[in-house]
């Protein structure tokens, strides 16, 4: 599914979204979807909602009939300096607890290296490899 595009796939506007129940039954969900952006993440709800409340409120929805969610983080999170960064860290808190929940910490994500990502969101899916796996590189801060 997708939260962006209108099309063959299915839609979800997750700021309007409130039913998990809605959605087609899967084995495995992958949320990439959230609010990004150190700037667009300050002093926004809908960010808040997106970023913490949209991942917390599917993985409790998944847990309930024996799924698996993968969701991604940042590692950006490492120097919590901004909304963006405390969002998702206060998310990534609670969903690593949750056994049925695999979170990709990643880092810098370019044309060159978004193969690479998919397949290790794909493999923690796979294999339920719940907990933080991190990838990729990001040692400076993004308003650097």
């Known amino acids: 599914g997708t939260s962006?595009?209108?099309?063959?796939?299915?839609?979800?506007?997750?700021l309007e979204f409130d039913d998990f129940d809605e959605l087609p039954e899967s084995d495995i969900y992958y949320l990439c979807a959230g609010a990004?952006?150190?700037?667009?993440?300050?002093?926004?709800?809908?960010?808040?909602?997106?970023?913490?409340?949209?991942?917390?409120?599917?993985?409790?929805?998944?847990?309930?009939?024996?799924?698996?969610?993968?969701?991604?983080?940042?590692?950006?999170?490492?120097?919590?300096?901004g909304a963006y960064q405390r969002q998702?860290?206060?998310?990534?808190?609670?969903?690593?607890?949750m056994s049925h929940v695999g979170t990709v910490r990643a880092g810098r994500v370019t044309r060159d290296n978004l193969d690479d990502l998919c397949k290790t969101m794909m493999d923690v899916g796979e294999n339920w490899v719940s907990g933080v796996t991190r990838w990729g590189t990001d040692d400076i801060s993004y308003q650097k």
Request: proline residues 1%; aromatic residues 10%; positive net charge.
């Open 88 to 97: 998702k860290l206060a998310a990534e808190t609670v969903l690593r607890t």
């Open 36 to 81: 990004n952006g150190a700037k667009r993440c300050e002093g926004s709800q809908d960010g808040f909602r997106l970023n913490v409340d949209v991942p917390i409120g599917l993985a409790n929805y998944v847990g309930k009939w024996g799924g698996f969610l993968v969701w991604i983080s940042s590692m950006s999170i490492e120097w919590c300096d």
């Open 4 to 14: 962006r595009r209108k099309g063959k796939h299915h839609y979800l506007n997750l």
